[in-house]
């Protein structure tokens, strides 16, 4: 299952894919504006202490990390290196983000970094090819110990194979959610787990997103079947 940690809120649109960011829909249904980026108050969550004086969070959890902004942002220079040290000292637990802002990545670790901290695993999102030739560079070559590639919302086809190689230890597709969701197009979709397998790279097709394009016709996917309908596709291959 895991935990969510989510050391600041707020994000700025950077690329096609944040057209429609959910951070966005949220905050926008209570009258919060999301492009202020404030610290929480689970800021300190990973290390916090129960009663009987052990951590909160239990040994062996995957920490879904700043799931309601991206963590490589700017604006949240200043909190990021006590962040870090939260990660360094839960070493026994896996942390998990996801960027659109890999560029900033070696602006951004801390100093003992070295070749990444074993308990950190960091998803890079491409939505496009253009997103894919500029960031999947970067990422294939930044010192992180577990990397994966995340194309969602997918927007278009996507070649990926030039970077996949044995660094990249997942690709996962997904279709975008929303009343204003741009088409998945199911042919896309199979077309990167084609590559995936000619590579020996583990891939998962996540949510169908609710605009689904498959054999000539668009579906309506209500939200609570994006998922499922997915996994029913029977189409993951875990290598
Ligand atoms: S980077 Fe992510 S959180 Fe930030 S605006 Fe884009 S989609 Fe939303």
């Known amino acids: 299952m895991g935990v969510v940690w989510n050391p600041w809120h707020g994000c700025s649109k950077i690329s096609a894919g944040c057209q429609n960011c959910y951070v966005y829909r949220r905050d926008e249904s209570i009258g919060k504006d999301a492009q202020i980026v404030t610290k929480t108050l689970s800021f300190d969550l990973p290390v916090r202490r129960a009663r009987n004086g052990g951590y909160k969070i239990a040994t062996g959890e995957t920490v879904f990390t700043c799931f309601t902004s991206d963590f490589l942002i700017d604006k949240?220079?200043?909190?990021?290196?006590?962040?870090?040290?939260?990660?360094?000292?839960?070493?026994?637990?896996?942390?998990?983000?996801?960027?659109?802002?890999?560029?900033?990545?070696?602006?951004c670790i801390p100093d003992d970094w070295e070749g990444g901290y074993n308990n950190v695993t960091v998803g890079?999102?491409?939505e496009n090819q253009q997103m894919a030739d500029y960031r999947l560079p970067i990422f294939l070559s930044a010192p992180i110990m577990h990397k994966i590639i995340i194309c969602e919302p997918i927007l278009s086809q996507i070649n990926l194979e030039q970077y996949l190689n044995h660094d990249i230890e997942q690709v996962i597709v997904g279709g975008e959610s929303g009343n204003n969701a741009r088409i998945c197009d199911y042919a896309w979709v199979t077309d990167i787990r084609r590559q995936c397998e000619v590579k020996g790279v583990s891939f998962g097709f996540k949510q169908t997103g609710a605009r689904f394009l498959k054999d000539g016709r668009v579906y309506r996917i209500p939200r609570k079947f994006q998922h499922t309908q997915a996994k029913k596709a029977g189409i993951d291959l875990h290598l």
């Open 76 to 107: 949240a220079d200043e909190w990021r290196l006590d962040a870090w040290q939260y990660i360094k000292e839960r070493n026994d637990l896996g942390f998990f983000f996801i960027t659109k802002r890999i560029d900033r990545f070696r602006a």
């Open 124 to 126: 890079c999102t491409v």
